[in-house]
C-alpha cells in the first residue's frame, strides 16, 4: 500500500505536522512493506532543515524524519514554497529532496491514501 501525508504546517507552533511524522512512523513499524510518502508544503518546508534544536523531553521533527528515512520513507518538499519563503539554499536533512507540483501530482495519483494534516 502507498501511502502519502501532505504536510502544510510548521514543524512547531501547532501538532500538526508533529502528529502527521507520528502516523507515518506507527505505520512503518505496523506494516513494514507499507510505502510511505511525505510530502512537505507551505510553511511546512520548515521541517526538512538541519541542525533543529529542541528543549529537552519535546518532540524533534528532524529526529522523526530521520527514522522515517531510515525505514524506507521518502520525504519531499515543495520548491516553490521554499522560494516563496526565501529558503532557497536549504540545508536540508540528509535523504529529504527538493521536489515540484509534478512529481507532487504523480505520488497523489499513484497513491492509495492521501492524508492532509
Same mark, same amino acid.
Request: charged share 25%; with cysteine; aromatic share 10%.
Given at each position: 500500500?502507498?501511502?502519502?501525508?501532505?504536510?502544510?504546517?510548521?514543524?512547531?507552533?501547532?501538532?500538526?505536522?508533529?502528529?502527521?511524522?507520528?502516523?507515518?512512523? %506507527?505505520?512503518?513499524?505496523?506494516?513494514?512493506?507499507?510505502?510511505?510518502?511525505?510530502?512537505?508544503?507551505?510553511?511546512?518546508?520548515? /521541517?526538512?532543515?538541519?541542525? %533543529?534544536?529542541?528543549?529537552?523531553?519535546?518532540?524533534?521533527?528532524?529526529?522523526?524524519?530521520?527514522?522515517?528515512?531510515?525505514?524506507?520513507?521518502?520525504?519531499?518538499? /515543495?520548491?516553490? /514554497?521554499?522560494?516563496?519563503?526565501?529558503?532557497?539554499?536549504?540545508?536540508?536533512?540528509?535523504?529529504? %529532496?527538493?521536489?515540484?507540483?509534478?512529481?507532487?501530482?504523480?505520488?497523489?495519483?499513484?497513491?492509495?491514501?492521501?492524508?492532509?494534516?
Amino acid at each position: 500500500m502507498k501511502i502519502l501525508f501532505v504536510i502544510n504546517d510548521a514543524p512547531y507552533g501547532t501538532e500538526k505536522a508533529f502528529n502527521a511524522f507520528r502516523l507515518a512512523s %506507527q505505520i512503518l513499524k505496523d506494516k513494514p512493506n507499507a510505502e510511505v510518502r511525505i510530502f512537505l508544503l507551505a510553511d511546512a518546508v520548515n /521541517c526538512s532543515l538541519k541542525n %533543529q534544536i529542541t528543549p529537552q523531553g519535546y518532540y524533534n521533527i528532524e529526529r522523526m524524519i530521520r527514522w522515517i528515512l531510515s525505514k524506507g520513507g521518502k520525504v519531499k518538499l /515543495c520548491g516553490t /514554497c521554499s522560494d516563496a519563503r526565501g529558503l532557497k539554499e536549504l540545508n536540508l536533512i540528509d535523504g529529504v %529532496q527538493m521536489s515540484n507540483l509534478a512529481e507532487f501530482s504523480e505520488w497523489t495519483i499513484d497513491s492509495d491514501k492521501v492524508l492532509t494534516f
